[in-house]
């Protein structure tokens, strides 16, 4: 009997001091950057200014979804290519599904301290592609880097 109550009160006692969304969840989240047409630079810079990632299109970048104790971290994505209108792109996200377990379950340090604290709390959210509109019908537009010509003069010592 007495180990039947003491294995009662470790596995309640698991229960109040785990965060639910730290099991179960991550607090960095991989997140794909795509572009129509590709060959976009994206720059993504969180929201203390500090640029996180600078890529061509298509990439994934793992971004970390909190900034601290209850603060979830916010990221704009700033797509630019030569002929093409940029785009600024806010990246959303919110409040993991799994934070809320923690009420249902009674975990109040992982309510209050181990989900805040790890950031677990939060999600970062998928970015779909983004379209760019063309503003330029310069055919120089069309070329990729590959397809431009380059020519080379060797100098002659004298």
């Known amino acids: 009997m007495k180990r039947s109550a ?63 104790y209850f603060d979830r971290m916010r990221y704009t994505a700033t797509f630019e290519k030569a002929c093409y209108e940029g785009r600024t792109i806010p990246l959303q996200g919110g409040v993991d599904g799994w934070y809320w377990v923690n009420i249902l379950f009674g975990g109040l340090i992982g309510l209050f301290i181990v989900d805040p604290v790890t950031g677990s709390m939060y999600t970062v959210d998928s970015l779909p592609p983004v379209v760019m509109d063309r503003v330029s019908d310069d055919p120089q537009c069309d070329l990729t880097q590959d397809q431009t010509t380059s020519v080379s003069i060797p100098l002659r010592a004298g």
């Open 6 to 68: 003491l294995f009662v009160s470790l596995c309640a006692a698991a229960t109040l001091m785990s965060g639910c969304a730290a099991i179960v969840s991550d607090s960095d989240y991989p997140v794909a950057f795509n572009s129509t047409p590709s060959g976009a630079t994206v720059n993504v810079i969180n929201e203390n200014n500090i640029r996180v990632a600078r890529e061509k299109t298509p990439f994934t970048t793992t971004l970390k979804a909190s900034d601290g």
